[in-house]
């Protein structure tokens, strides 16, 4: 390709940041996946397991291994959902606490150096240009006529 397209930078951007994640989180003895799974937990009042595949955009079997994994290393406990009697709700458990403080601090951190970097200005036009983009996906707009003789 002559000019990198959109989805490519896209792309090409959320590898980069999900290898420096996943670099990141073998310090902490973990993953981004479990990062992103302790971040998305309510730390208080739990979160109930079919909720969160959709909060995170996840496929249920793949979050099946990430929560299995994580209850085998103590992060999370699972308990019956008392409004729910078929439900499961997902707590953290005081480990799981702990890794989701340093997940919380990666996070904040990685954000901070790229606030240092990128004017106030440039990441509200990013904000804009993301939010457009997942606009038009959810309203199924990008295939709705042939562009490809353009």
Known sequence: MKEATIDYALRATWQAVARMYNEEA???????????TLLS???KTGTPSTALGPKMGMEATSLSRILK???EKGLILRKPNPN??????IYLTDFG??????????VLQFNEAVKQEVPEEK?????EVTETINKLISDKKMFTKDISNQ
Do not use: C
């Open 41 to 43: 937990i309510d730390p």
């Open 123 to 127: 990441l509200k036009s990013f904000f």
């Open 26 to 36: 073998k310090n902490f003895d973990s993953t981004m996946a479990v990062g992103f």
């Open 97 to 106: 606490l702990e890794k989701r403080n340093d997940s919380k601090n990666t």
């Open 69 to 71: 994994s994580m209850e």
């Open 84 to 89: 729910d009697g078929r439900g499961v709700l």
